[in-house]
């Protein structure tokens, strides 16, 4: 309407103010597959809809860097780093509005791979084989994981890591050993110097002293060396050709 000064009103008229059609926007992001591998395997999906045109262009931006733009109602970007990007999807072509719309999102990926392995035991006596190596823990990278155990670079054992049981080699001799945990994509983390020990080879040297005689009894004297120390011996008469038996270890025998 419209009024003059006289107080006359004219016949009302109407006026439209369209309102443009708002843009709307699936994102979805697909993680990394692997946190080794050179050649990045990202991926972001996009699917637009509404807006005042058939056509978007579609702009990921990454840092400081557009990674790749189309004009499409659907868009798929690959070979993409772990990172956030933004995702703009702008209308175009005849009837645009300008109208935008905007999200962030974020492109995961596997936490780097590693493991800790410790020695448990070592070995108990010159020659044997009482080592033990425990995987005690793998984090990141993708399960399930492979435990290849190498002695002097050469493989001789593999077994898969379980969280929830222990996870040892067992019957190891005295030597430099290294764990390389494996994952389910090929990446590998290397644990070194895990070195088993073993003690020098037990000796016993044995002197005469003196044969027996009518005023004294025949002598002799032992000297032993290596192993671990604190040793304890055992004598016996030897009548040959019959064989000594050696008591058990925690006989009361040895002294």
Known sequence: WVRDSVGCVSEPQTVHIAEPDAITMIVDADSVTSSCLEDPSGMISVVVNG???????????????????????????????????????????????????????????P????????????????????????????????????????????????????ADTTNMFTMLEAGSYSVKV???????????????????ALDLHATWIQDITCEAPGMFSVQAT??????????????LPEHILIPDPESAEWH
């Open 51 to 109: 807006g005042n045109t058939d056509t978007f262009m579609i702009e990921v931006i990454g840092i400081d860097t557009i990674v790749g733009y189309t004009d499409s109602l659907f868009s798929t970007l690959d070979t993409l780093s772990a990172g956030t990007y933004t995702v703009i999807a702008t209308e175009v072509d005849f009837g645009n509005r300008g109208c935008q719309n905007v999200q962030e999102v974020v492109v995961g990926a």
């Open 111 to 162: 936490s780097e791979l590693e493991g800790v392995a410790i020695v448990l035991d070592s070995v108990h006596c010159n020659g044997s084989n009482e080592g033990v190596i425990e995987v005690t823990s793998v984090l990141g990278g993708v399960a399930p994981y492979d435990l290849v155990l190498f002695e002097s670079s050469v493989a001789i054992d593999t077994i898969t890591y379980d």
């Open 182 to 200: 494996v994952d389910d994509e090929g990446c590998e983390f290397d644990i070194n110097n895990l070195d088993i020990s073993e003690p020098s």
């Open 226 to 239: 290596g192993g671990v120390g604190n040793y304890k011996y055992f004598a016996a008469l030897s009548e």
